[in-house]
């Protein structure tokens, strides 16, 4: 569904993204970990078709929506015409399967983006994401800033939708403990580069791993 080759990303002279090769089976829950500055929102938009790259292949087999780093909104806007602006490219207008998906969403139609708390205005990306219809879904850092509990409730809406829809999922965190609750497989990115690969389980046993991404547990 994902099939990312030898990728190479860079700004100017600087390198973001070392051949990275990366796939994500359709249906499959994958988790991309690493630290600040690792190169993984490069990779996420580079998926999302807003980063040219240098050389490589992207190959997207269906529908891929993008949920970005810092949501993104335009906090002017009202939640409705925020989630509206997400079907726009594929033409689709009507919001209510995605009411129907995130009920809470329906409740705060009419408010502007702005004033909602964090945790509300990643649902409202979750759901401008969702308006596309998508089979594949690129999330970039679904818990930064937010409570874990808010946090909890996102990520329960995510492995329904990828349980119970088949929605593909690369879900990007600096969360590892998170990662390896809701994924089967993780890659982990240092400074450009794919250091490690595998179950999740196997990495969360990994010391390296485990030392730098699960706090020493
Ligand atoms: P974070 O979690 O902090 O967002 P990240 O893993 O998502 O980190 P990127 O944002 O992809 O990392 O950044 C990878 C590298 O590319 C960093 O060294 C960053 O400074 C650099 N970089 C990112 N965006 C640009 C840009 N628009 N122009 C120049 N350099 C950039």
Not at 59 to 64: C, E, S, V, Y
Not at 149 to 160: D, K, S
């Given at each position: ?69 810092g ?35 329906a409740?705060?139609?009419?408010r ?11 649902m ?94």
């Amino acid at each position: 569904m994902i099939d990312v080759q030898d990728l190479v990303v860079s700004y100017g002279t600087a390198t973001a993204l070392e051949h990275v090769t990366l796939t994500v089976a359709a249906g499959e829950m994958v988790a991309l970990l690493g630290p600040n500055g690792a190169g993984k929102s490069t990779l996420a938009n580079t998926l999302a078709g807003l980063i040219t790259p240098a050389a490589g292949t992207v190959a997207i087999g269906g529908r891929l929506a993008l949920i970005p780093e810092g949501r993104q909104l335009f906090p002017d806007l009202t939640v409705a015409d925020n989630l509206a602006l997400g079907g726009w490219r594929s033409g689709r207008r009507d919001p209510s399967p995605v009411y129907d998906l995130l009920p809470r969403l329906a409740e705060l139609a009419g408010r502007r983006a702005g004033v909602l708390s964090g945790g509300e205005q990643q649902m409202v990306a979750f759901g401008r994401a969702m308006m596309s219809d998508p089979d594949a879904l690129v999330v970039d850092e679904l818990s930064l800033g937010l409570a874990p509990n808010v946090t909890a409730g996102l990520a329960a809406h995510l492995t329904e939708l990828n349980r119970e829809r088949g929605l593909t999922v690369l879900l990007i965190e600096q969360n590892a403990r998170l990662a390896f609750d809701l994924c089967h497989r993780a890659y982990v990115l240092e400074s450009g580069r794919l250091v490690t690969e595998g179950a999740c389980a196997d990495l969360a046993d990994d010391p390296r791993v485990a030392g730098a991404y699960l706090g020493g547990a």
